[in-house]
T-cell receptor
Framework: KQEVTQIPAALSVPEGENLVLNCSFT??????LQWFRQDPGKGLTSLLL?????REQTSGRLNASLDKSSGRSTLYIAASQPGDSATYLC??????????FGKGITLSVRP | GAVVSQHPSRVICKSGTSVKIECRSL??????MFWYRQFPKKSLMLMAT?????????EQGVEKDKFLINHASLTLSTLTVTSAHPEDSSFYIC?????????????FGPGTRLTVT
């Protein structure tokens, strides 16, 4: 059974700092990995999708990497801003298109 | 991009009543839709996979008679919480994909907050 782990559960950083969020998964047989953002009481916003054959994806200040063999992914946020404060969820797609989510990392960026 | 909507966004109902939540893919045909549940400060839990024109496949531990799922068209899936109880209060989120392969990206709806009093 696939398990996705995100540690730490919460992170607080000052504005402007570059930061890395980590995600690990136990079964490397995945189709893809996605990073999502969730604001309090809201749905999910897809940030980046990395197919299993890819190593990384970039969108603006965000860069996500995937090392399938070691079961790890990182989300790099450059020059963090208070507006980046949210919960970041990592999820992997396995058999039958099922997504398995981590519990998320709640990020707070202090002005 | 692909847009998925959910209705209602919030619903409060009395214990014992039934509530229907709609999930629509607005600009694409969704062969497969998924229903998730999220408890406070917890991750999303997959409840069931819904394929158009066939019965939904429920995850272990999810009561199919309590959470009725219908996927009658390629753009609409509904989740009905029957005889709701306070423990059913949660955030329900749907997602949709264009095909059936796991390589397709899942597009998520904005979620429905259900409160059962």
């Amino acid at each position: 059974k696939q398990e996705v782990t995100q540690i730490p559960a919460a992170l607080s950083v000052p504005e402007g700092e570059n930061l890395v969020l980590n995600c690990s998964f136990t079964d490397s047989a995945i189709y893809n990995l996605q990073w999502f953002r969730q604001d309090p009481g809201k749905g999910l916003t897809s940030l980046l999708l990395i197919q299993s054959s890819q190593r990384e994806q970039t969108s603006g200040r965000l860069n996500a990497s995937l090392d399938k063999s070691s079961g790890r992914s990182t989300l790099y946020i450059a020059a963090s801003q208070p507006g980046d404060s949210a919960t970041y969820l990592c999820a992997v797609t396995g058999a039958n298109s099922k997504l398995t989510f981590g519990k998320g990392i709640t990020l707070s960026v202090r002005p | 991009g692909a847009v998925v909507s959910q209705h209602p966004s919030r619903v409060i109902c009395k214990s014992g009543t039934s509530v229907k939540i709609e999930c629509r893919s607005l600009d694409f045909q969704a062969t497969t839709m998924f229903w998730y549940r999220q408890f406070p400060k917890k991750s999303l839990m997959l409840m069931a996979t819904s394929n158009e024109g066939s019965k939904a496949t429920y995850e272990q531990g999810v009561e199919k008679d309590k959470f009725l799922i219908n996927h009658a068209s390629l753009t609409l899936s509904t989740l009905t919480v029957t005889s709701a109880h306070p423990e059913d209060s949660s955030f329900y989120i749907c997602s949709a994909i264009r095909g059936t392969s796991g390589a397709y990206e899942q597009y998520f709806g904005p979620g429905t907050r259900l409160t059962v009093t």
